[in-house]
């Protein structure tokens, strides 16, 4: 595996376990860190890089599932894979329903545990490109006067000139040149590419 | 004749007095004289300490010469002359370099035989008188005309004589020896005299054996047969020993009676023998000393320095071992015999006679000169009060009967005893008249007897009074005058003793209604007196052992115990007799038909009204059917505890599972990643071994886990040792910890560090414990909303007990009665939990605690186990 930039996060209350796995990463030439609480992963700045999340199931205090949760709520979405010594399929379906990569029985078999990490990784890469893509996209609308803003959302919602004049009450030569205005200002030259823009922005047509 | 004893003691006494006077007028007044003893052996031998302490007592009572006292003790038995001579010789060759000696007194034949090897280096021309406890050790023809002594000698012949004489029945002699020279050559010498015997009685040796094997061999020694205990400075295995301490050990435990050679084992209760007079050695060797610092010359084989050895019996072995008296030969002496009624008061009794005895002589030479008849008469009166105040002091009558004329004399005291008036006239016939018919032909022989003797009279008869009344009478005389001849008499003194008659006649019949009782008792009955051996037994003890009193009696009441709970009970019996407190045991004791049955013992001391102890009485019973079905319950509680144990174990079977799978998991991702490691090449091997020591340390704590399981189902036999309960708690957490996680509980502890031990089992108090946090497990359940938390504790109770409890923070029990639960949880059929509560509580029980449960201050149950503590005083081991 290449991605020398990415890390991996193992959270387990049990030393050798903690110990062994990252030793294993490392010598699948992953970074590793580990964690002997759920707490204590929670006080870390969430990661920079590219990352995954090996988390035991059953753990003091916190468990596996509950650090899933909290993530949930505080709009972090780690790239998770759970081992668990004692797994069962209720608990195995609501971890993977509020999105897991895996859920690893222990005691697990390299490959299957290196692959789960390796999809991880990939998704969390996605994941980092669709946010830089997004927080760009907002930059861009951002810089939209607000009435470029209502044009950019005629558009974007599939109205022609036309209507789009109608609906603001301003001519339709007005609107022409503000429609020009968007999609210099967002770098774009079809439609189809600022709707793309929008969607990465999180920005529903109206 | 009293007169003539008295005045032969008045000349022995004057001829002492004169002697004494005649040494003292020798005497030189201020001479000092230097005296060395060379001693063979060690100095606390008892013969030795007995030989030196008589030894310098007649030098003491000597006023001349003064005497400076030089001892070397060279203890040959251990350290061998051979080894150590030069060094020896050296030693004293320096030591006394610059002190003349007097005399050089040699204390054993291997003392002997060393200083007149060295005489020439170390003491030239100075006098030597020794002690040699074997006349072979001492060779006259080599001696030189100022070295002399005395030698004691074993006699053993004489001994044997005796042995032969009270035991005619017996069927063998067994010699006991111990290891070091002096024994063996003294066995050699026993043996070619015992040899001499070998028509009449076979003998055999127990020597060159452990002190433990000599006393087993004779512990082994059949009743009725002859131990003749010859020596035993030293056993087999190099222990030092004296014949007294050897004795007693071996009375101990001998069923047959102890024959020694020695003076010292007097009084350790053998019988006696031919003994070899210690005390009187040394006065011997200490006169034949003193005449030699006085210059004289008394060569060895001189009257002076013979000695012959007195027989002494011990009357109380006599006794023990129901050999009669009578059989004694006339030269024995018999020591430490109580004293008789008339023993008591042989003063009084002494001075009677003596009294009368003048009175006859008077009277005999009144008849001859009666020109001095006058003064006689007065002497007679005066006489006659004397011995009326004797005898008034005495309670005693006098009485003196001439034989021929028939005509009886008595005193006061005398006629009251026989009922006779003052004045009434008393002739033979009227004293027969008043003596009870049953008693008239004894008391009749015992008179011809002295008279045909003029010895002795002697007897205890009833006398029948006018008004009915019956007296006894002990009647005590002496013929005086030719047998048969004119004026033969008997004169003596009568006293009256119903009442000690009564007494012991009060206590036979106690004694009777006491063996009745005891006798139709269910029960088996023993007795022992103040020395530990067994004096009576019931007949429900002899059925049952199937064996004759004589067999039991002593200590042969031991064959019967098994062999494997002899050594307990009798450290039981010998603690508890010594304290003199109640004792209760159970052992196997053999019945009439060789099962062996369990029976339990209660003894208790038995003090006599004024509170002396007269030693223990016990009763047994035959408990082996209890016994069995105690066994029985014992195993049951086994089978269900383990069933109950598995039971957990099954629920537990997930978590523990997980509590062997991290271990597992973590040898696979390291096991992995060190494969891939050597796959790329880039280990350092400093941290490929760290990697196999966490695989090691991780593969020995799958196996623990597993232990831990294996312990838990495992069918084993109940195995009480010390245990530390905190020991016990951390293995139960082991095994739960995985439990705890899976129901998100919080497990904390308190531990008290410095606990007492307990004597238990560990699997069953794991087990129990397991139960209580299980069921803790359980109770926070219902809670779902309170934070899961169970706490377990352990501390001491005052000092005697340890208490483990296990506290959780759900519901709690029904408020009105905690101890419903237990019930409650008994009844629910078929709920492993249910039956598990009810065995744990067994399984305290059987441990004599108690398990219990009780509402916890601020929520939840508190469940309890109190265990005592275990105290390693034996006297409280249970058996």
Same mark, same amino acid.
């Given at each position: 595996?290449?991605?020398?930039?990415?890390?991996?996060?193992?959270?387990?209350?049990?030393?050798?376990?903690? $110990?062994? *796995? %990252? =030793?294993?990463?490392?010598?699948?030439?992953?970074?590793? !860190?580990?964690? +002997?609480?759920?707490?204590?992963?929670?006080?870390?700045?969430?990661?920079?890089?590219?990352?995954?999340?090996?988390?035991?199931?059953?753990?003091?205090?916190?468990?596996?599932?509950?650090?899933?949760?909290?993530?949930?709520?505080?709009?972090?979405?780690?790239?998770?894979?759970?081992?668990?010594?004692?797994?069962?399929?209720?608990?195995?379906?609501?971890?993977?329903?509020?999105?897991?990569?895996?859920?690893?029985?222990?005691?697990?078999?390299?490959?299957?545990?290196?692959?789960?990490?390796? $999809?991880? *990784? %990939? =998704?969390?890469?996605?994941?980092?490109?669709?946010?830089? !893509?997004?927080? +760009?996209?907002?930059?861009?609308?951002?810089?939209?006067?607000?009435?470029?803003?209502?044009?950019?959302?005629?558009?974007?919602?599939?109205?022609?000139?036309?209507?789009?004049?109608?609906?603001?009450?301003?001519?339709?030569?007005?609107?022409?040149?503000?429609?020009?205005?968007?999609?210099?200002?967002?770098?774009?030259?079809?439609?189809?590419?600022?709707?793309?823009?929008?969607?990465?922005?999180?920005?529903?047509?109206? | 004749?009293?007169?003539?004893?008295?005045?032969?003691?008045?000349?022995?006494?004057?001829?002492?007095?004169?002697?004494?006077?005649?040494?003292?007028?020798?005497?030189?007044?201020?001479?000092?004289?230097?005296?060395?003893?060379?001693?063979?052996?060690?100095?606390?031998?008892?013969?030795?300490?007995?030989?030196?302490?008589?030894?310098?007592?007649?030098?003491?009572?000597?006023?001349?010469?003064?005497?400076?006292?030089?001892?070397?003790?060279?203890?040959?038995?251990?350290?061998?002359?051979?080894?150590?001579?030069?060094?020896?010789?050296?030693?004293?060759?320096?030591?006394?370099?610059?002190?003349?000696?007097?005399?050089?007194?040699?204390?054993?034949?291997?003392?002997?035989?060393?200083?007149?090897?060295?005489?020439?280096?170390?003491?030239?021309?100075?006098?030597?008188?020794?002690?040699?406890?074997?006349?072979?050790?001492?060779?006259?023809?080599?001696?030189?005309?100022?070295?002399?002594?005395?030698?004691?000698?074993?006699?053993?012949?004489?001994?044997?004589?005796?042995?032969?004489?009270?035991?005619?029945?017996?069927?063998?002699?067994?010699?006991?020896?111990?290891?070091?020279?002096?024994?063996?050559?003294?066995?050699?010498?026993?043996?070619?005299?015992?040899?001499?015997?070998?028509?009449?009685?076979?003998?055999?040796?127990?020597?060159?054996?452990?002190?433990?094997?000599?006393?087993?061999?004779?512990?082994?020694?059949?009743?009725?047969?002859?131990?003749?205990?010859?020596?035993?400075?030293?056993?087999?295995?190099?222990?030092?020993?004296?014949?007294?301490?050897?004795?007693?050990?071996?009375?101990?435990?001998?069923?047959?009676?102890?024959?020694?050679?020695?003076?010292?084992?007097?009084?350790?209760?053998?019988?006696?023998?031919?003994?070899?007079?210690?005390?009187?050695?040394?006065?011997?060797?200490?006169?034949?000393?003193?005449?030699?610092?006085?210059?004289?010359?008394?060569?060895?084989?001189?009257?002076?320095?013979?000695?012959?050895?007195?027989?002494?019996?011990?009357?109380?072995?006599?006794?023990?071992?129901?050999?009669?008296?009578?059989?004694?030969?006339?030269?024995?002496?018999?020591?430490?015999?109580?004293?008789?009624?008339?023993?008591?008061?042989?003063?009084?009794?002494?001075?009677?006679?003596?009294?009368?005895?003048?009175?006859?002589?008077?009277?005999?030479?009144?008849?001859?000169?009666?020109?001095?008849?006058?003064?006689?008469?007065?002497?007679?009166?005066?006489?006659?009060?004397?011995?009326?105040?004797?005898?008034?002091?005495?309670?005693?009558?006098?009485?003196?009967?001439?034989?021929?004329?028939?005509?009886?004399?008595?005193?006061?005291?005398?006629?009251?005893?026989?009922?006779?008036?003052?004045?009434?006239?008393?002739?033979?016939?009227?004293?027969?008249?008043?003596?009870?018919?049953?008693?008239?032909?004894?008391?009749?022989?015992?008179?011809?007897?002295?008279?045909?003797?003029?010895?002795?009279?002697?007897?205890?008869?009833?006398?029948?009074?006018?008004?009915?009344?019956?007296?006894?009478?002990?009647?005590?005389?002496?013929?005086?005058?030719?047998?048969?001849?004119?004026?033969?008499?008997?004169?003596?003194?009568?006293?009256?003793?119903?009442?000690?008659?009564?007494?012991?006649?009060?206590?036979?019949?106690?004694?009777?209604?006491?063996?009745?009782?005891?006798?139709?008792?269910?029960?088996?009955?023993?007795?022992?007196?103040?020395?530990?051996?067994?004096?009576?037994?019931?007949?429900?003890?002899?059925?049952?052992?199937?064996?004759?009193?004589?067999?039991?009696?002593?200590?042969?009441?031991?064959?019967?115990?098994?062999?494997?709970?002899?050594?307990?009970?009798?450290?039981?019996?010998?603690?508890?007799?010594?304290?003199?407190?109640?004792?209760?045991?159970?052992?196997?004791?053999?019945?009439?038909?060789?099962?062996?049955?369990?029976?339990?013992?209660?003894?208790?001391?038995?003090?006599?009204?004024?509170?002396?102890?007269?030693?223990?009485?016990?009763?047994?019973?035959?408990?082996?059917?209890?016994?069995?079905?105690?066994?029985?319950?014992?195993?049951?509680?086994?089978?269900?505890?383990?069933?109950?144990?598995?039971?957990?174990?099954?629920?537990?079977?997930?978590?523990?599972?997980?509590?062997?799978?991290?271990?597992?998991?973590?040898?696979?991702?390291?096991?992995?990643?060190?494969?891939?490691?050597?796959?790329?090449?880039?280990?350092?091997?400093?941290?490929?071994?760290?990697?196999?020591?966490?695989?090691?340390?991780?593969?020995?704590?799958?196996?623990?886990?597993?232990?831990?399981?294996?312990?838990?189902?495992?069918?084993?036999?109940?195995?009480?040792?010390?245990?530390?309960?905190?020991?016990?708690?951390?293995?139960?957490?082991?095994?739960?910890?995985?439990?705890?996680?899976?129901?998100?509980?919080?497990?904390?502890?308190?531990?008290?560090?410095?606990?007492?031990?307990?004597?238990?089992?560990?699997?069953?108090?794991?087990?129990?414990?397991?139960?209580?946090?299980?069921?803790?497990?359980?109770?926070?359940?219902?809670?779902?909303?309170?934070?899961?938390?169970?706490?377990?504790?352990?501390?001491?109770?005052?000092?005697?007990?340890?208490?483990?409890?296990?506290?959780?923070?759900?519901?709690?029990?029904?408020?009105?009665?905690?101890?419903?639960?237990?019930?409650?949880?008994?009844?629910?059929?078929?709920?492993?939990?249910?039956?598990?509560?009810?065995?744990?509580?067994?399984?305290?029980?059987?441990?004599?605690?108690?398990?219990?449960?009780?509402?916890?201050?601020?929520?939840?149950?508190?469940?309890?186990?109190?265990?005592?503590?275990?105290?390693?005083?034996?006297?409280?081991?249970?058996?």
């Amino acid at each position: 595996m290449s991605t020398s930039d990415a890390l991996v996060f193992v959270v387990d209350d049990d030393a050798s376990i903690r $110990r062994s *796995l %990252v =030793r294993f990463f490392r010598s699948a030439g992953l970074m590793a !860190e580990a964690f +002997e609480s759920a707490r204590a992963y929670l006080d870390r700045p969430p990661p920079a890089g590219p990352s995954c999340l090996v988390l035991d199931v059953q753990m003091p205090e916190l468990n596996g599932l509950d650090l899933q949760r909290a993530l949930i709520e505080s709009e972090r979405e780690e790239q998770i894979i759970f081992l668990t010594g004692k797994g069962d399929i209720p608990m195995c379906a609501r971890a993977m329903k509020a999105g897991a990569v895996d859920f690893l029985p222990k005691p697990f078999k390299d490959d299957e545990l290196l692959s789960a990490v390796e $999809r991880a *990784l %990939v =998704r969390s890469r996605e994941q980092r490109l669709r946010r830089t !893509e997004q927080s +760009e996209a907002r930059t861009r609308i951002a810089t939209l006067s607000p009435r470029e803003y209502q044009v950019f959302e005629g558009v974007i919602a599939g109205k022609l000139n036309k209507q789009i004049a109608a609906d603001l009450g301003t001519a339709l030569k007005t609107v022409k040149v503000q429609r020009g205005r968007v999609m210099e200002k967002m770098g774009v030259v079809s439609v189809a590419e600022l709707v793309r823009q929008a969607q990465q922005a999180g920005v529903a047509p109206s | 004749m009293m007169h003539r004893e008295m005045s032969s003691r008045l000349v022995a006494l004057v001829i002492a007095f004169s002697l004494l006077a005649a040494a003292h007028a020798g005497d030189t007044g201020e001479e000092r004289k230097n005296v060395l003893i060379l001693c063979g052996e060690r100095p606390d031998l008892p013969a030795v300490r007995a030989v030196m302490e008589t030894f310098r007592e007649r030098f003491g009572a000597a006023t001349a010469p003064r005497v400076e006292w030089f001892s070397e003790y060279f203890d040959f038995a251990r350290f061998p002359a051979e080894q150590h001579e030069a060094n020896l010789v050296r030693y004293l060759s320096e030591r006394y370099a610059g002190r003349h000696i007097d005399l050089v007194l040699p204390l054993t034949g291997f003392a002997l035989d060393f200083a007149l090897r060295h005489r020439d280096q170390l003491f030239p021309g100075v006098p030597m008188v020794f002690i040699v406890l074997d006349p072979r050790e001492v060779k006259p023809e080599r001696l030189p005309a100022d070295v002399t002594g005395v030698t004691a000698h074993l006699d053993f012949q004489r001994t044997v004589d005796l042995a032969l004489q009270l035991q005619p029945q017996a069927r063998e002699i067994v010699a006991v020896s111990g290891a070091s020279a002096l024994d063996a050559s003294l066995l050699e010498q026993g043996g070619r005299v015992l040899d001499g015997y070998k028509d009449r009685i076979p003998w055999r040796a127990v020597a060159q054996r452990p002190l433990r094997e000599m006393i087993e061999e004779v512990r082994r020694v059949r009743p009725g047969d002859i131990v003749l205990f010859i020596s035993a400075i030293r056993d087999s295995e190099g222990r030092a020993l004296t014949i007294p301490e050897v004795s007693r050990a071996l009375v101990r435990v001998s069923a047959a009676p102890i024959y020694g050679l020695s003076g010292t084992v007097l009084d350790t209760g053998a019988v006696g023998g031919a003994l070899i007079d210690f005390p009187a050695l040394g006065r011997q060797a200490a006169e034949l000393a003193l005449k030699v610092l006085r210059g004289a010359q008394v060569p060895y084989g001189t009257p002076e320095t013979d000695t012959r050895n007195p027989l002494i019996v011990d009357w109380r072995a006599l006794k023990k071992w129901q050999l009669p008296e009578s059989r004694l030969p006339a030269e024995a002496i018999v020591r430490f015999k109580p004293p008789s009624l008339w023993k008591q008061h042989p003063g009084i009794i002494i001075g009677v006679v003596a009294v009368m005895a003048m009175q006859s002589a008077l009277i005999a030479r009144l008849l001859v000169n009666r020109a001095k008849r006058r003064r006689a008469v007065r002497a007679l009166a005066e006489s006659e009060e004397r011995m009326a105040l004797a005898a008034d002091a005495a309670n005693l009558g006098m009485w003196v009967w001439d034989v021929a004329g028939e005509d009886a004399w008595m005193t006061e005291q005398g006629r009251a005893l026989f009922g006779f008036k003052p004045d009434a006239r008393i002739d033979y016939s009227a004293i027969f008249d008043r003596v009870h018919p049953e008693d008239r032909e004894a008391r009749e022989a015992a008179i011809k007897r002295a008279l045909e003797t003029q010895g002795k009279y002697e007897m205890e008869y009833r006398v029948q009074l006018p008004d009915g009344a019956v007296r006894w009478i002990a009647a005590r005389g002496r013929s005086v005058g030719k047998a048969n001849g004119r004026g033969q008499k008997l004169l003596g003194v009568s006293m009256d003793v119903t009442a000690q008659k009564q007494a012991q006649e009060a206590l036979r019949e106690s004694e009777a209604r006491f063996r009745t009782v005891a006798n139709t008792a269910p029960v088996m009955i023993w007795m022992s007196g103040t020395d530990k051996r067994c004096t009576f037994f019931n007949k429900g003890w002899l059925d049952f052992t199937g064996r004759a009193m004589e067999q039991e009696l002593g200590h042969g009441w031991a064959e019967g115990v098994h062999r494997d709970d002899f050594d307990r009970c009798l450290e039981i019996y010998a603690r508890a007799f010594e304290a003199r407190k109640t004792f209760e045991m159970e052992y196997r004791l053999r019945r009439a038909d060789g099962e062996y049955r369990w029976v339990l013992d209660n003894g208790t001391p038995r003090f006599s009204s004024d509170g002396v102890f007269l030693g223990y009485i016990g009763s047994c019973v035959d408990i082996t059917e209890r016994k069995q079905a105690e066994l029985e319950v014992a195993r049951q509680r086994s089978e269900l505890s383990h069933l109950a144990r598995v039971a957990l174990v099954g629920e537990m079977a997930t978590s523990l599972a997980h509590e062997l799978n991290q271990p597992l998991t973590a040898i696979v991702a390291n096991a992995s990643a060190a494969h891939r490691f050597l796959a790329r090449g880039n280990m350092s091997p400093d941290e490929f071994r760290e990697l196999l020591v966490d695989i090691v340390a991780d593969g020995c704590r799958a196996g623990e886990v597993i232990r831990g399981i294996k312990g838990m189902v495992r069918k084993v036999e109940s195995e009480r040792r010390a245990l530390n309960v905190n020991e016990v708690v951390a293995d139960v957490l082991r095994l739960v910890r995985a439990d705890a996680l899976a129901h998100g509980c919080t497990l904390t502890t308190k531990l008290e560090p410095t606990l007492s031990p307990v004597l238990g089992d560990a699997v069953q108090l794991q087990q129990v414990l397991l139960n209580l946090i299980i069921n803790a497990f359980d109770a926070m359940r219902k809670t779902p909303n309170a934070p899961c938390r169970v706490e377990i504790q352990s501390r001491m109770i005052d000092t005697h007990a340890i208490e483990v409890a296990v506290r959780d923070f759900g519901p709690g029990l029904p408020a009105d009665s905690p101890s419903r639960v237990f019930e409650r949880f008994y009844s629910t059929k078929g709920d492993g939990m249910g039956m598990g509560l009810a065995i744990a509580r067994s399984i305290i029980e059987a441990h004599a605690g108690t398990l219990d449960a009780e509402n916890a201050e601020g929520g939840g149950a508190r469940f309890w186990f109190r265990v005592p503590a275990y105290v390693t005083t034996p006297a409280e081991v249970p058996v």
